[in-house]
């Protein structure tokens, strides 16, 4: 039998993903929403860069997860248009595999535009103005530390925090005035990430207080509002807390296996995709985290 928790986020989960006319939340009054991350936002670019090579099936559309990712869930709950890559002419400057701190480099021309560099392009295109009715969603670092080759993360941690600082005072001084910044989650409980577990853990700690401390003087410009999305506490109480209260029976394991190239048979309860990507249910859970915050 489901527990009341579990049932809850299963009709919450089930109205983001099934329900694309009905908004199970309230708009709250955002004429779109433009992103800039890496792979946990990233709706497609990658996919359009590559001519449909990467992610490649098992993956769904495009995306690094088996299905929608979170913020396609909040669109699609607010009644805004769908989540498009930018490639394609949409909102989301999003690029699976970038850093904060410098674009990553793919041999000859190509590289991965850094998430800095995902906002320059926005500005580019918006003739150096930003909606102030828009919310702006800005989201990183995760690469960065799990990339990192060692050395203590203080030097990386202030680049990081930098970064997304700078990025949301770009934005602020364009126009904008809403802005949804995620948290560095900890990456020692991914699979990827356990290796290094003690560098990733006080690295993602040390990010998010940064971040935080550098961004508390933006938050007292009138009209201007950052709500963090804190995805370190969130993905803790997941998979350290008590996973089967979330209605999860896996979350070590990726369902995914990279190199043996096989799938799980339970996706739906698994909340690891690969070895760094959750699943679309867990995708749903910050979602649903970040309609919670914008209700209250």
């Known amino acids: ?9 299963y009709i919450i989960f089930t109205a983001l993903v099934f329900s694309p006319v009905t908004a199970l939340a309230a708009n709250p009054h955002f004429t779109a929403i433009y992103v800039f991350g890496d792979s946990y936002c990233d709706v497609g670019n990658i996919y359009a860069a590559t001519g449909g090579a ?8 495009g995306r690094f997860s088996n299905g929608p990712l979170w913020l396609e869930h909040i669109s699609n709950a607010w009644g805004l248009p769908a989540m498009k890559p930018s490639l394609l002419g949409g909102n989301d400057y999003a690029f699976g595999g970038a850093e904060v701190t410098a674009d990553v ?14 906002v320059a392009k926005y500005l580019s295109d918006n003739g150096g103005k930003a909606d102030p009715n828009a919310l702006y969603v800005l989201e990183g670092g995760g690469n960065d530390i ?34 949804l910044v995620a948290d560095v989650f900890d990456l020692a409980l991914t699979p990827i990430g356990r290796a290094n577990g003690a560098f990733n853990t006080a690295a993602a700690i040390a990010t998010n207080k ?54 799980c048979n339970d996706p739906a309860h ?3 995709w690969d070895d760094i990507h959750p699943t679309v249910f867990g995708h749903s859970f910050l979602a649903v985290t970040v309609e919670t915050l914008y209700t209250h």
């Open 54 to 61: 990467e992610p490649a099936a098992p993956y769904f559309g």
């Open 146 to 179: 799990v990339n990192a080759t060692g050395g203590s993360p203080q030097q990386l941690v202030y680049q990081i925090a930098v970064g997304i600082a700078d990025i949301e005072n770009q934005l602020r001084r364009a126009g904008a005035r809403n802005f």
């Open 210 to 263: 940064a971040v935080g401390e550098m961004l508390a003087l933006e938050e007292l410009f009138p009209g201007v509002r950052i709500t963090h999305l804190d995805a370190f506490d969130l993905f803790n109480s997941i998979l350290k807390n008590d996973p089967t209260n979330f209605g999860f029976t896996e979350v070590v394991k990726p369902c995914f296996d990279q190199v043996a190239l096989t799938l």
């Open 1 to 9: 039998m489901l527990s009341r928790i579990t049932l809850f986020v």
């Open 105 to 118: 480099p793919l041999g000859g021309p190509n590289f991965i535009p850094s998430v800095p560099h995902q």
């Open 270 to 272: 698994t909340f690891f």
